[in-house]
């Protein structure tokens, strides 16, 4: 298959990108020439990507981090400049919208898990890497966000807020960076 797009030479890094939509979009990456850091909470998980993406003849580095831990995105963004030496794509993947019952039964527990791995872990990864990028090369930076940011449901609350900062500071990063 023939892609528009060569991104050969490119390193992409993808939150989230064990399963689902980040996995598709690790090898999707891959396949279009990129070499990927494949990151996730589950390291065995992120490792059978990062066999998949060998297969493609691909270099690939599995990473496991929990985005919402400041000090597992803080390791998470080290690690990644230590295998390759840059990050040229940055895909803000992960993302959790577990239901509650209503707005009052919601947990303070539940509401920082979801704003954490929503909203405060591509905050901080998008500093540490779209900083790096902006005093070198570029990049580009996807934040993966979900029509919830628009159209609000009272059984997600939490996660359409997290993914409306989302797209709150997407549009500040661009700015800044």
Same mark, same amino acid.
Request: contains cysteine; aromatic residues 6%.
């Given at each position: 298959?023939?892609?528009?797009?060569?991104?050969?030479?490119?390193?992409?890094?993808? $939150?989230?990108?064990?399963?689902?939509?980040?996995?598709? =979009?690790?090898?999707?990456?891959?396949?279009? #020439?990129? !070499?990927? =850091?494949?990151?996730?909470?589950? %390291?065995?998980?992120?490792?059978?990507?990062?066999?998949?993406?060998?297969? =493609?003849?691909?270099?690939?580095?599995?990473?496991?981090?929990?985005?919402?831990?400041?000090?597992?995105?803080?390791? %998470?963004?080290?690690?990644?400049?230590?295998?390759?030496?840059?990050?040229?794509?940055?895909?803000?993947?992960?993302?959790?919208?577990? %239901?509650?019952?209503?707005?009052?039964? $919601? $947990?303070? !527990?539940?509401?920082?898990?979801?704003?954490?791995?929503?909203?405060?872990?591509?905050?901080?990864?998008?500093?540490?890497?779209?900083?790096?990028?902006?005093? #070198? !090369?570029?990049?580009?930076? =996807?934040?993966?966000?979900?029509?919830?940011?628009?159209?609000?449901?009272?059984?997600?609350?939490?996660?359409?807020?997290?993914?409306?900062? %989302?797209?709150?500071?997407?549009?500040?990063?661009?700015?800044?960076?």
């Amino acid at each position: 298959m023939t892609y528009a797009i060569d991104l050969t030479g490119k390193v992409a890094l993808v $939150t989230g990108g064990s399963r689902g939509l980040g996995k598709a =979009i690790a090898l999707g990456l891959a396949r279009a #020439g990129a !070499d990927v =850091i494949v990151s996730s909470r589950k %390291l065995e998980a992120c490792e059978e990507v990062a066999r998949e993406i060998a297969a =493609i003849g691909r270099r690939a580095v599995s990473i496991a981090a929990h985005v919402g831990r400041w000090d597992d995105i803080t390791r %998470l963004a080290e690690e990644a400049y230590a295998a390759f030496g840059r990050v040229d794509i940055l895909v803000n993947n992960a993302g959790m919208s577990p %239901l509650a019952p209503s707005t009052v039964e $919601t $947990t303070e !527990d539940l509401f920082d898990k979801v704003v954490g791995v929503n909203f405060k872990g591509p905050f901080r990864l998008t500093a540490l890497v779209g900083s790096r990028m902006a005093a #070198g !090369d570029g990049g580009s930076i =996807i934040n993966i966000s979900s029509i919830g940011a628009l159209k609000p449901n009272p059984s997600v609350t939490p996660y359409s807020g997290a993914k409306a900062a %989302l797209n709150a500071i997407s549009l500040a990063f661009a700015q800044e960076f």
